[in-house]
């Protein structure tokens, strides 16, 4: 650091410099207060209506709030709503404060809520982004594969990412070139195909065919895939160029080639879930680990396909089942509290202006370069520190 030569002599200063840094740097750090709003949209691809769930910093006061998982609020005694409704610190239809800030559009998996990462949305929203988390629609009951998920789902991504830009009140405050998306399970398939990934339908086929052993991912989504394969057809390209960084959890990379996967030049953080056994390590992150020209890998120790949806109230854990389980002995709630930090920290770092691309010598060559535990904030060192 060349503080202390540039001041030589002028040692009398340095205490009201040094005070001066820290005030703008807790001035700079501290969170905002977050807003929420419900927006309603329709698909172009089917014509069905879908909810979007957007966070946002704002300068209003928060208070507890109830919704459902179709983004209605509980009208009941609150003793009961935390029973049955996902509960939120946020300021309903609040201003957005002043400023500019970044933008990130949040994709669920297959059978998923606009509220499934509503924790990590409002961490990101209280650091300076707008965030939107699009239930997506379900087509004709199959989320899993077809036309609705193949083409349906990046195309409702960019819409979203159209939406927030286009808004009244959003769009002029939002920096056109600090656009992310994150993505769990098919989530992810959909932001690798934002992201540049041009899917294929027989590469699923294929990797069956390939893999007899990763029997939970082919034989929940065999059938589905079979007939998406005759129903789709040629799949355009879904690219979004608005889109610089993406983070992917848990994802499904099986619909890609490795050829396709090379052409992803935005930066790519990896969530892979040791006990995963719906996308297993070895033939999803591990292959987006090799094949994508840079990617930041994290292995979270113990953790399972769905650890990184957000916990469920009492009663709807029960109904959901898996969704809301974890392999014994691991604390989703503490794999959260660093998680969420980090890809702030990741975004932070990665968002940027067209046309900076990146290098393929940069990336790991698996995904054993870092370890993630869910039993404690402390057990990982966040990468923006």
């Known amino acids: 650091m060349k503080g202390p030569a540039v001041f030589k002599g002028h ?140 083409v349906g789902r990046p195309k409702q991504v960019s819409r979203v990412i159209d939406m927030v830009l286009e808004d009244g009140a959003f769009g002029p405050r939002i920096e056109r070139e600090r656009i992310g998306v994150v993505g769990h399970s098919n989530g992810g398939y959909t932001a690798l195909a934002v992201a540049g990934a041009k899917p294929s339908t027989s590469a699923v086929a294929a990797h069956c065919r390939e893999h007899p052993d990763d029997a939970n991912f082919c034989t929940f989504g065999g059938a589905a895939t079979r007939e998406a394969t005759r129903e789709v057809g040629h799949i355009p390209d879904l690219r979004d160029p608005r889109v610089r960084s993406i983070v992917l959890m848990a994802p499904n990379a099986a619909p890609f080639t490795d050829d396709a996967l090379a052409k992803v030049t935005i930066p790519v953080l990896l969530y892979a879930p040791e006990n995963d056994d719906l996308t297993r390590v070895p033939y999803h992150a591990e292959r987006l680990a090799r094949a994508l020209p840079q990617t930041e890998c994290v ?78 904030s402390h057990d990982a060192k966040s990468p923006d520190t």
């Open 11 to 150: 040692v009398g200063l340095m205490p009201v410099i040094l005070l001066l840094c820290l005030a703008s740097t807790a001035q700079a750090a501290a969170p905002w207060n977050i807003g929420y709003r419900k927006i309603d949209m329709q698909d172009a691809l089917s014509g069905d209506s879908f909810p979007v769930a957007v966070w946002y910093p704002t300068p209003a006061l928060p208070a507890p709030l109830f919704v459902t998982g179709s983004l209605t609020p509980c009208r009941l005694p609150a003793i009961l709503c935390r029973w049955i409704a996902f509960e939120m610190s946020v300021a309903p239809n609040a201003p957005l404060a002043a400023g500019t800030f970044g933008a990130i559009v949040v994709s669920h998996g297959s059978g998923g809520l606009a509220l499934n990462h509503r924790d990590l949305a409002m961490a990101l929203a209280s650091q300076g982004y707008v965030v939107a988390a699009p239930t997506h629609p379900r087509g004709k009951g199959n989320d899993i594969s077809g036309v609705g998920v193949w």
């Open 299 to 376: 292995v979270v120790k113990g953790g399972g396909h769905f650890s990184f949806e957000a916990s469920f109230p009492t009663a709807l854990g029960i109904v959901a089942g898996p969704a809301a389980r974890d392999p014994d002995g691991f604390d989703r709630d503490s794999l959260h509290a660093v998680m969420n930090r980090e890809i702030a920290g990741y975004f932070n770092r990665t968002v940027r202006p067209a046309g900076a691309t990146l290098t393929k010598g940069a990336q790991p060559a698996s995904c054993r370069s870092r370890e993630l535990r869910g039993t404690s």
